[in-house]
């Protein structure tokens, strides 16, 4: 009830190119949903983030896209560059209650982005 | 020093030592965080302080004992860890758990130190 599914574990796009990392989650509670970034040797980094009540959310180069009903969420990076190849983390998370500010994480998706 | 700073960075013990790992958070926030990052795995939260009390154990075993002198410290004490305990120990702190807005949840994290256990 508590999990976050994401995939691709890794990917690989070339420069220009459309980078998409996918998350599932089963806990309709859930109302927050992060998308942090790590580079080696850094702890993750906050990137972007979604409330339910928007399906998408713009931020740059990347973007959320929300669908409640299938309580599934993507990052979009687009015009991918190498700079952006890190591992990067979808996360949900809940108001109220015990659960308050506990953010529960995907696996982790590696992404290169080949020159 | 800003931000979420951790020592050491790289630690290296036998499973008969004791250690301790350090976390400072420079952005005057109440809550802080140890997490566990293992390889292909989800990052596993381990511990929650708000206002320096604790908040959350994940069923952590005992031989990680926290420590929460204050909101801007916070500490992992180590004993008697086995090898699979080697992994990334992250520190996050965020502004305030029980705060009105969404961006309560913004944790921001700490460099990791890279615990290897012999």
């Known amino acids: 009830q508590q999990q976050v599914k994401q995939s691709p574990q890794s990917l690989i796009v070339q420069k220009g190119g459309i980078s998409i990392i996918n998350c599932a989650y089963e806990?309709?509670?859930?109302?927050?949903f992060p998308w942090y970034q790590q580079f080696p040797g850094k702890g993750p980094a906050l990137l972007i983030a979604?409330?339910?009540?928007?399906s998408e959310k713009k931020e740059g180069r990347f973007t959320i896209s929300f669908n409640k009903s299938a309580k599934q969420f993507s990052l979009h990076i687009m015009d991918s560059q190498p700079g952006d190849s890190a591992t990067y983390f979808c996360a949900a998370s809940r108001a109220g209650g015990t659960s308050y500010g506990k953010l529960t994480f995907g696996q982790g998706t590696i992404l290169t982005v080949h020159p | 020093e800003t931000g979420v700073t951790q020592t050491p960075r790289h630690l290296v013990m036998g499973m008969t030592n004791k250690k301790s790992l350090k976390c400072e958070q420079h952005?005057?926030?109440?809550?802080m965080y140890w997490y566990k990052q293992s390889a292909k795995k989800p990052l596993e939260l381990m511990f929650v302080?708000?206002?320096?009390?604790?908040?959350e154990n994940n069923s952590v075993p005992s031989r990680f004992s926290p420590e929460c002198p204050n909101s801007s410290h916070l500490f992992l004490h180590l004993h008697t860890l086995q090898p699979e305990d080697s992994a990334l120990y992250l520190c996050?702190?965020?502004?305030?758990?029980?705060?009105?807005?969404?961006?309560?949840?913004?944790?921001?994290f700490g460099p990791g130190t890279r615990l290897t256990v012999l």
């Open positions: 979604i409330r339910p009540d928007v």
């Open positions: 952005l005057g926030h109440n809550a």
């Open positions: 302080y708000n206002f320096k009390e604790q908040t």
């Open positions: 996050a702190s965020s502004p305030d758990r029980l705060a009105g807005s969404y961006s309560y949840n913004e944790q921001f």
């Open positions: 806990n309709t509670a859930f109302d927050y």
